[in-house]
T-cell receptor
Framework: GEDVEQSLFLSVREGDSSVINCTYT??????LYWYKQEPGAGLQLLTY?????DMKQDQRLTVLLNKKDKHLSLRIADTQTGDSAIYFC???????????FGPGTRLSVLP | DAGVTQSPTHLIKTRGQHVTLRCSPI?????VSWYQQVLGQGPQFIFQ???????GRGNFPDRFSARQFPNYSSELNVNALLLGDSALYLC?????????????FGPGTRLTVL
């Protein structure tokens, strides 16, 4: 079955860049997503990328996709303390069926 | 505009009981999906409903069921509760307009089974 893997923890200093990595197994994945979850809250969609794209940039966020290696990364530039949260990678096929989430990466931003 | 709302916020039940969780999607969204998030893990897909019909089902036992109403709100029902059903239950709505399914999540219902 489909599987999404992420490293569980990442710690960075305020102002540095953060890079959160994700690998997935389903080669039929059409869309890949990054979600943010703050303590006690639901999930907030940060960005998504279509599988025929290599890169997507949105303000401080840059998503890189290596489809050959099934590797997705999220880079957060100038990381702030407000970026501390759990970041989930997710994949789906067309129309969002079979939505599969990774276990989440807990990002800690140190002052 | 109101986001996705879920009720109740918290719930405590005992083993063997039944529970009903409710979700109201964003106005104009016709699709509702349910997820179970066990502490320390990512959300796991339970059901997706679109236009009152089940479109997808995850790997959950028949004790889990759901339905969607004409106003697109949804209920998730869990029978014969087990301790392992303790989790945050998340509802997400989407318009399914176009190909990408940008799901918007509610704050969740925290279910504790004693």
């Amino acid at each position: 079955g489909e599987d999404v893997e992420q490293s569980l923890f990442l710690s960075v200093r305020e102002g540095d860049s953060s890079v959160i990595n994700c690998t997935y197994t389903d080669s039929s994945s059409t869309y890949l997503y990054w979600y943010k979850q703050e303590p006690g809250a639901g999930l907030q969609l940060l960005t998504y990328i279509f599988s025929n794209m290599d890169m997507k940039q949105d303000q401080r966020l840059t998503v890189l996709l290596n489809k050959k290696d099934k590797h997705l990364s999220l880079r957060i530039a100038d990381t702030q303390t407000g970026d501390s949260a759990i970041y989930f990678c997710a994949e789906s096929n067309n129309y969002g069926q079979n939505f599969v989430f990774g276990p989440g990466t807990r990002l800690s931003v140190l002052p | 505009d109101a986001g996705v709302t879920q009720s109740p916020t918290h719930l405590i039940k005992t083993r063997g009981q039944h529970v009903t969780l409710r979700c109201s999607p964003i106005s104009g969204h016709k699709s509702v999906s349910w997820y179970q998030q066990v502490l320390g893990q990512g959300p796991q897909f339970i059901f997706q409903y679109y236009e009152k019909e089940e479109r997808g089902r995850g790997n959950f036992p028949d004790r889990f069921s759901a339905r969607q109403f004409p106003n697109y709100s949804s209920e998730l029902n869990v029978n014969a509760l087990l301790l392992g059903d303790s989790a945050l239950y998340l509802c997400a709505s989407s318009s399914l307009a176009g190909y990408v399914d940008t799901q918007y999540f509610g704050p969740g219902t925290r279910l504790t089974v004693l």
